[in-house]
C-alpha cells in the first residue's frame, strides 16, 4: 500500500487528529485504541526549541499529544519555585503533563545533583541524561537516593558519548536497574543498526524512547515526517507492545523547526494511523 492510500484507509489527515476538528466519535475510538496500548505517545521537548512554551503547548494541544518531556529552554534547571509552579499550571491549563526532565547533559558533579533536584521540583521521576562516563557512579547513588530513573540518550554517530544501547548497556549493566536508556530510533537506524533487533535485546532497561523518521541508513540521513522515511513505524510499535515497553514514545521532530506543526502533525497522524491497523 503506498502512503497516501494508507493515510486514506486509516481514515488519518489532520482533521482527525485535531488539527482543522475532529469528531468525538473519532476521538472515543482513538482514545480507546491508547487505553488499550503498553506505550502513549508523546513528544521531545526538543522539538520546540525554536518556540517558547505557551506555543509549544498550543501545537502539542492541536495535534491532542499529552505528554512532554519538559526541557531546560523553557524551564532553566535553577528556576525559582515561583516560576517552576508557573509553568505546570501552563501544562496543566493544557492538560499536558510532563512526564520526565532533559535530555540534560552531566559534565561535573554538580550538574548531577542540580538535575535530580530539578527533576524533584518539577514533579517527575524519570531524568533523561547525557552523564560523562566516570559520572555514572554518582549517577547510580542519586538514584537510590530519589528513586528516580534515568535514561540515558544516545546520539548515533553525532557524538562520541553514548552513541547507541549497546554502548549504554555496557556502562549500566552492573548499575542500579533504575538506569537504563532513551532510545532514539533515528540515531540507531543512523548506525546501520538493526532496529528492531535492539529493542528486543535491550528493551528490559528502555526507559524512554524517541521516536522520528529518517531518510537514509548513514550518518548523512535526515529527519523526515513520519512515513515518509525508512523506519517500519508497524513493526516498531508491534515490537514495543510486545516487549511490554510501558514509557513514551516522544516525537523528536527536528526538520523545518522554524515551522514544525505541519511536520508534527503530518507524523503524529501517520503514528496513529500505524496504531490503529491491527
Known sequence: MNRRGFLKSAGLG????????T???????????????????????YTFV???????????????????????????????DEKIQEVLSKFKSR?????????????????????????KKVGVKLVIAVPNYELLPLVEK??????????IHIHGPD?????????????????DERIGICHDIGHTVRLGINLIEDIKKYSS?????????????????????????????KELFDTLQEVGYSGVCSLEYTKDMNDVLPGVAESIGYFNGVLSLK
Open 142 to 151: 542519586k538514584v537510590k537516593e530519589y528513586d528516580f530513573k534515568v535514561a
Open 205 to 233: 532497561r528502555i526507559y524512554d524512547m524517541h521516536i522520528w523518521d529518517v531518510d537514509k541508513a548513514e550518518k548523512s540521513g535526515h529527519c523526515v515526517e513520519g512515513g515518509r522515511g525508512i523506519i517500519n513505524f
Open 23 to 45: 469528531s468525538a466519535q473519532t476521538n472515543s475510538v482513538s482514545e480507546t485504541k491508547a487505553n488499550n496500548r503498553s506505550f502513549k505517545l508523546g513528544c521531545a521537548g
Open 50 to 80: 525554536r518556540y517558547d512554551l505557551d506555543k509549544s503547548l498550543e501545537m502539542m494541544h492541536r495535534v491532542n499529544v499529552r505528554q512532554m518531556s519538559l526541557k531546560d529552554f523553557h524551564l532553566p534547571i535553577n528556576a525559582s
Open 14 to 21: 489532520l482533521a482527525a487528529m485535531g488539527v482543522l476538528g
Open 95 to 119: 492538560n499536558i503533563t510532563p512526564y520526565g526532565v532533559g535530555p540534560i547533559y552531566m559534565r561535573n558533579e554538580a550538574e548531577v545533583t542540580n538535575a535530580f533536584q530539578y527533576a
Open 159 to 175: 557524538i562520541a558519548i553514548f552513541p547507541h544501547a549497546a554502548d549504554v548497556w555496557e556502562h549500566v549493566k552492573g548499575l
